[in-house]
């Protein structure tokens, strides 16, 4: 275990996101034998709209965007932070900070999805791996 911060690229990330999920967030750092950063919460429906016609994205109902009901958005994109840069290719970081989170959130009693495939522990197909994305379950949030 390490002792991680949140730098300011993160913390503004997190503005607007789901307190409940700040905290899985924060919790996970904590625990995490990587260093992550936070590199997006909220986002617009227009930014999602360019994610999916580019590919990044396979929906427009995107819990990066804030619902009206709360103002929240329920949804975080992690990346590894290793020797001072964004690990973008080492799948090990991207599991380690799954695991991270996961625990974080078993830990907090908060249910949280990860958007990796199956085959490195997360809970989406095998076909569309998100490595950096998580979120609150639809069902469970907003409560």
Same mark, same amino acid.
């Given at each position: 275990?390490?002792?991680?911060?949140?730098?300011?690229?993160?913390?503004k990330?997190?503005?607007?996101?789901?307190?409940d999920?700040?905290?899985?967030?924060?919790?996970a750092?904590?625990?995490?034998?990587?260093?992550f950063?936070?590199?997006?919460?909220?986002?617009?429906?227009?930014?999602?709209?360019?994610?999916?016609?580019?590919?990044?994205?396979?929906t427009?109902?995107?819990r990066?965007?804030?619902?009206?009901?709360?103002?929240? !958005? /329920? =949804?975080?994109?992690?990346?590894?932070?290793?020797? %001072?840069?964004?690990?973008?290719? *080492?799948?090990?970081?991207?599991?380690?900070? !799954? /695991? =991270?989170?996961?625990?974080?959130?078993?830990?907090? %009693?908060?249910?949280?999805?990860? *958007?990796?495939?199956?085959?490195?522990?997360?809970?989406?197909?095998?076909?569309?791996?998100?490595?950096?994305?998580?979120?609150?379950?639809?069902?469970?949030?907003?409560?």
């Open positions: 275990m390490k002792n991680h911060t949140l730098g300011s690229r993160s913390l990330s997190l503005r607007g996101v789901e307190p999920l700040q905290k899985v967030v924060r919790r750092l904590k625990i995490s034998s990587v260093d950063m936070v590199i997006e919460g909220c986002r617009t429906y227009e930014r999602q709209k360019k994610l999916k016609a580019s590919g990044a994205s396979k427009l109902r995107s990066h965007i804030p619902l009206k009901r709360n103002g929240k !958005g /329920h =949804a975080v994109d992690i990346v590894p932070w290793v020797n %001072g840069t964004v690990d973008w290719n *080492g799948i090990a970081a991207f599991v380690q900070v !799954g /695991h =991270a989170m996961l625990v974080a959130a078993h830990q907090l %009693g908060i249910p949280l999805t990860w *958007g990796a495939g199956k085959m490195y522990g997360g809970h989406w197909s095998n076909s569309f791996n998100d490595m950096p994305h998580y979120q609150l379950p639809w069902k469970e949030y907003p409560r």
